[in-house]
Nanobody, 123 residues
């Protein structure tokens, strides 16, 4: 079992930036595919970005060019740099580990979740 702890959320004005962090406990982080999901009130949880063990990445269309996912295997940490934030980015952001190593755009493909961190963008 892997424990994931997110941090870095907060309140930011539209156009601003935030950097989220997710620290993982347990072994084999470097071989894990990690993802960031978000869930806004009244909406389904959606994938934002993912990084495979190889370092390759996936982004949802809504965040391409604005968000960057990265990882530091030595620190067992995955980051999400969020720039040019807008009100539609307001949500609880969670990191998760893929069950199989595949980037699944559905939450069912992930078996370890953090508690989430709130991101609120004021317009």
């Amino acid at each position: 079992q892997v424990q994931l702890v997110e941090s870095g959320g907060g309140l930011v004005q539209a156009g601003g930036s935030l950097r989220l962090s997710c620290v993982a406990s347990g072994r084999a982080f470097s071989m894990s595919t990690m993802a960031w999901f978000r869930q806004a009130p009244g909406k389904e949880r959606e994938i934002v970005a993912a990084t495979r063990w190889s370092g390759s990445t996936y982004y949802a269309d809504s965040v391409k060019g604005r968000f960057t996912i990265s990882r530091d295997n030595a620190k067992s940490t995955v980051y999400l740099q969020m720039n040019s934030l807008n009100a539609e980015d307001t949500a609880v952001y969670c990191c998760a580990r893929s069950r199989t190593g595949v980037v699944d755009t559905s939450p069912v493909g992930y078996d370890n979740w953090g508690q989430g961190t709130q991101v609120t963008v004021s317009s």
